[in-house]
C-alpha cells in the first residue's frame, strides 16, 4: 500500500476490519486489530509512512447499543472506529518525532 501512497494513488480510505470465518466467508467486524484478522496498526502505519495527508473515514458500523437504522451503517460503531483510526494516527505522528 505505501508504494500506491507515495505515488499519490490513494485518494481516500476507507478504514474497515473484517473477520475471516473461511475460505470466501467474512463479516465486516469493529475496527480494532483484535477484533477482526487485519492488522489496523500496520495498515495506518503503511498510510502515515507513505505520506498520505488524504481523509480517512471509518467504513460501515455495526449496529451496536441497541441502534436501529440503515444495516451497515451504524453510527456509533463508525464513531468508535473514527476515535481508533485517530488514536492510531496520533500514534504515529508522536514516534516519528
Request: with cysteine.
Amino acid at each position: 500500500m505505501t508504494e500506491f501512497v507515495k505515488k499519490d494513488r490513494v485518494a481516500c480510505a476507507h478504514g474497515r476490519n473484517i473477520k475471516f470465518e473461511g475460505e470466501h466467508k467474512f463479516y465486516e467486524s469493529a475496527h480494532l486489530t483484535s477484533e477482526g484478522s487485519l492488522d489496523m496498526y500496520a495498515i495506518m502505519k503503511a498510510l502515515f509512512d507513505g505520506g498520505f495527508d488524504g481523509y480517512i473515514r471509518p467504513d460501515h458500523g455495526r449496529m451496536i447499543w441497541a441502534e436501529t437504522g440503515r444495516p451497515g451503517y451504524g453510527l456509533y460503531d463508525r464513531a468508535l472506529g473514527l476515535t481508533y483510526l485517530n488514536g492510531i494516527w496520533e500514534a504515529l505522528e508522536r514516534q516519528s518525532k
